[in-house]
């Protein structure tokens, strides 16, 4: 049977250990784990961190913990708003991401991240991702409840026929508690939800909040997550989002489409529900996306590079590369030429135009494509 794997919301020491070759370091604290669970768990934070920059450590605490037959984890982000520097304003951010975006730790003392993950489901803890046929992927879904921490998250909530944003309460998710102090919302959004847009009416975030044509979204079947980067990364289209017909408190609005991203499919880590036997260790190319367009920078070399001035999208594969590079501009509607620089700025080779290209001449190292007719560009990694 597929577990659920919720998510809280918005809301905050033990073994801690960190990885200095990382773009972003962990420090976990481990409540009730054992050795095995700890280090999974340390994998999984470890992928991330070779995924996201941020100069801050991200203080996470997991506890194993019953949580009913039917949920595999619950996260909880502590949250910030109007910090300064705050890309958008009277809108709610994950301190992980806050603390990213201003370079300096907003909420000391407190934790990024509290992740529940419950204590009595069947674990595989190996890192390999080969799960028995009976067994949770432990790495699966810590990376899952990890991606809710780091911002891949709303603050929605259905209650009778009126949806909200930003109304969640402690007690929504009692008997769990967070280790930091629960803020309060004040009917605002999450930078997440500023994204979502039901194809029928709109912005979420456009709609009387509480209100019913909000509620009537949530569970519509129709909600779409319309970032820049992601839909450039997407042929230009928007990911569908989890809006089931019933609305699921820590499920609906904050998930990737189960249906139209199923096991197997390389966007499956983010979507509701978990299947034993089945493993997977990378976020995928959306989720990637969309943790851009919330705010994260991604580390050098990571995935599918894009830079977006306006509506047109640069995009550069794969990353990193060994010889071909394909360089991607508007869609592939447009081709004009450009040139490869490096790091300091110096062309080291010019192209007549777009599509692949062979790199393999350049030496190792970090590189950018700038394309003639504008100034958009992207970053590529050599190897
Ligand atoms: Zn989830």
Excluded at 33 to 44: C, G, K, N, V
Excluded at 157 to 172: R, V, W
Excluded at 253 to 273: D, K
Excluded at 293 to 306: R, S
Aim: hydrophobic share 40%; proline share 7%; with cysteine.
């Amino acid at each position: 049977m597929a577990l659920s794997r919720l998510v809280g919301t918005l809301i905050v020491a033990g073994v801690a250990l960190a990885q200095s070759s990382h773009a972003a370091t962990f420090t976990v604290t481990h409540v009730n784990s054992t050795a095995a669970q700890a280090t999974a768990i340390e994998h999984a934070a470890e992928i991330w961190g070779g995924i996201l920059e941020s100069a801050v450590p991200i203080k996470v605490r997991v506890t194993f913990f019953p949580l009913g037959a039917n949920a595999l984890g619950i996260t909880f982000p502590n949250g910030r708003r109007d910090f300064s520097g705050a890309p958008l304003p009277q809108t709610w951010y994950a301190t992980a991401l806050a603390n990213s975006i201003t370079g300096t730790e907003l909420n000391t003392g407190e934790s990024d991240i509290d992740i529940f993950l419950n204590i009595t489901a069947s674990w595989y803890t190996g890192t390999d991702g080969n799960p028995g046929a009976g067994e949770y992927d432990l790495v699966s879904v810590a990376l899952h409840e990890l991606g809710h921490g780091l911002g891949f998250v709303g603050l929605s909530k259905k209650m009778g026929n009126q949806g909200s944003l930003g109304t969640l309460q402690a007690s929504d998710f009692a008997p769990l508690t967070t280790s930091f102090p629960w803020p309060q919302l004040d009917t605002l959004p999450g930078i997440f939800d500023r994204y979502l847009n039901d194809l029928q009416d709109g912005p979420l975030t456009m709609m009387a909040n509480p209100g019913t044509v909000l509620g009537s979204a949530m569970t519509g079947h129709q909600i779409y997550f319309n970032g820049p980067l992601v839909m450039a990364a997407n042929a230009g289209n928007a990911p569908r989002i989890y809006a089931p017909t019933t609305y699921a408190l820590g499920s609906s609005c904050v998930h990737l489409n189960e249906a139209t991203y199923p096991v197997g499919n390389p966007n499956e880590l983010m979507t509701p529900f978990s299947s034993p036997g089945a493993a997977n260790h990378w976020p995928g190319p959306l989720c990637i996306a969309m943790m851009q367009d919330i705010g994260w920078t991604l580390a050098p070399g990571v995935g599918f590079a894009e830079n977006v001035e306006t509506t047109e999208a640069l995009q550069i594969w794969p990353i990193p590369t060994e010889d071909l590079l394909n360089i991607n501009f508007g869609g592939g509607t447009r081709n004009g030429s450009g040139t490869i620089t490096d790091a300091g700025g110096r062309v080291v080779l010019a192209f007549p135009r777009c599509g692949p290209i062979s790199v393999a001449a350049l030496e190792p190292g970090a590189y950018f494509v700038r394309l003639d007719e504008t100034r958009v560009h992207a970053r590529f990694i050599k190897q």
